[in-house]
């Protein structure tokens, strides 16, 4: 029980172009998503928090503008990059929690971004 | 603010082997601490939690005790097997943060036979 998947696990786009990342949860229903970015040999950040039907809280430095969340419904939460950029190349996380907050979070495999 | 930092891998050990990966944190609080397991395609996986000072956490032969004097939360296996290769993830959450994760940068676990 409680699986997470992203798709896609893997997606190149071209520089300009937007990109969108799904984060589903299987077989629970989650009140609450989090988008994690992790850099090459370094710890996972968390970029954002999103309950289901509201607004996402962003971290401060994380541009809200440019990484878009939506969670529209209690199994699906999606990530769109906007206008990407080389600089936006990373590994993408998400997690879901069956309870508000973060008390115990289950995540998805991670999906490679390449920005050329 | 709160940190977590862990010793940069790869660890890499022979079958049968000892393992010990280090752990330290900052925090203002009194936070949970965590290990987390990233096997090859997969997401990360809860390896063993604890909740207060002297707390030892354990699951599948690993074990972490929360040590508030050293603030250290090092992870532990007698006997290490191939299949314990993946991405082993510190971290904490502390209720004064928001109840947020904070992650080390993951250390790399490599098992021969």
């Known amino acids: 029980g409680a699986v997470v998947s992203q798709h896609p696990s893997r997606v190149i786009c071209k520089s300009g172009t937007s990109v969108k990342i799904e984060c589903r949860s299987l077989?629970?229903?989650?009140?609450?998503m989090f988008w994690y970015r992790q850099f090459p040999k370094k710890s996972l950040m968390l970029m954002a928090t999103?309950?289901?039907?509201?607004?996402?809280?962003?971290e401060q430095g994380v541009e809200k503008d440019k990484f878009l969340i939506n969670h529209a419904s209690l199994t699906l939460s999606t990530l769109t990059v906007t206008s990407a950029h080389p600089e936006d190349s990373s590994f993408y996380i998400c997690?879901?929690?069956?309870?508000?907050?973060?008390?115990?979070?289950?995540f998805g495999p991670g999906t490679r971004l390449t920005v050329t | 603010g709160n940190s977590v930092t862990q010793m940069e891998g790869p660890v890499t050990l022979s079958e049968e082997a000892f393992l010990t990966i280090n752990c330290t944190y900052t925090a203002t609080g009194y936070p949970s601490l965590f290990w987390y397991v990233q096997y090859p395609g997969e997401g990360l996986q809860l390896l063993l939690k604890a909740t207060k000072a002297d707390d030892k956490g354990s699951n599948k032969g690993f074990e972490a005790t929360y040590r508030k004097e050293t603030t250290s939360f090092h992870l532990e296996k007698g006997s290490v097997q191939v299949s314990d290769s993946a991405v082993y993830f510190c971290?904490?959450?502390?209720?004064?943060?928001?109840?947020?994760?904070?992650f080390g940068a993951g250390t790399i676990l490599r098992v021969k036979s």
């Open positions: 999103s309950n289901e039907g509201s607004k996402a809280t962003y």
């Open positions: 077989d629970f229903q989650a009140t609450t």
């Open positions: 997690s879901a929690s069956p309870l508000p907050g973060a008390y115990e979070q289950y």
């Open positions: 971290a904490l959450r502390d209720l004064e943060y928001g109840n947020k994760l904070v």
